[in-house]
């Protein structure tokens, strides 16, 4: 096997009480489209279509990111002192359903803005031809997330049929003509049949990555519960034991711009437009970057009151990296003067 074991975070981190305030995010999440074509069982989508479902609650349209915005986005973001580290394609939609996908890589590429261009994925809708335009696009890493090891599993999981042969050979396909894109494969631990489908995944995947995990589910977007008891979220996504942080590192050095261009403080998916810090229409990104209900939110987590923000109360998704460098409840005091 030659890929490596390891969850999706980066393990070269810096002590973060010593980097914020910073300048300029670190991380970039854009949303290419709300479009998905899989209905997963722990996802808003699994409701898309109910009038009284969860995906209709958030009043959201299902829509691609209009590409004048996309422009937009980059015009703004050069305007920061730096270059953020990462920008990654993804959002409540499969980026893959954005036709213009490769043209969007491509143009944050060509503007030099970020070190990294990251798509998550479910790669169903790869192909040979997209996986060479992602890869000539400039594409330097790609994290696909299985829904299963079978086209049975596939159903049960995403309502979707699909043929799990052709995926994985669009799969090998895109590993053998990646170039010096890193290619991720992860699966959720409860869709696995114990060890016999580990084994089975490994064996699989193992030479068709340079990197693989199995994920432990737990609920990222809020307003799926527990997902009907499936999710623990005593632990988080790399299975480790949670112990509770008043203060998420997250929102010191990422932002989320959706297809509607709200700004959101983190990366999760269906965040309520109300949690929004401002809208790129209306205000710059340096300047929501740097505005008052960042600063805001930023000061409620210094002075230990995350449990009074309703969004971040019972959020499991910001225990997803507990690296003791981003550890910031011992230093919270000091830090508030800075914001």
Known sequence: MNAEVKPSYD???????????????????????????????????????????EFAKTGYQIKNMDFAMYEKILEQFMLF?????????????EPLMNPELPKMIGRARDSGMAQRLDILTN???????????LIAAGTTRIQISLQGLDSQKYKEVSGTKVDFDTIYENLTYLYTHKRNCLIFIKIIDSLLDGEKDKYKFYKLFGNISDQMFIEHLITLQQQMGDHGGKADNSRNLNNEDVIY?????VIFYMLQIDADGNVFPC?????????AMG???EESIVQIWHGRRRKNLIRSHLMLNRRKISVCATCSACNCVLDANEYLDDVAGQLLRHF
């Open 123 to 133: 790669a169903s809708l790869l192909s040979p031809a997209i996986s060479d335009q």
């Open 267 to 275: 990366p999760v998916g269906g965040l309520p437009e109300k949690f």
């Open 245 to 249: 942080r008043h203060v998420c590192p």
């Open 81 to 93: 002192p730096e270059h953020p580290k990462r920008l990654v394609f993804s959002g409540l939609g």
């Open 11 to 53: 393990t070269n981190r810096q002590r973060l009480a010593n980097l914020i305030p910073l300048n300029t995010p670190f991380t970039i999440f854009i949303e290419p489209t709300r479009y998905c074509n899989f209905k997963c069982f722990y996802c808003l989508h699994t409701t898309r279509g109910d009038e009284n479902g």
């Open 279 to 281: 809208n790129i229409n």
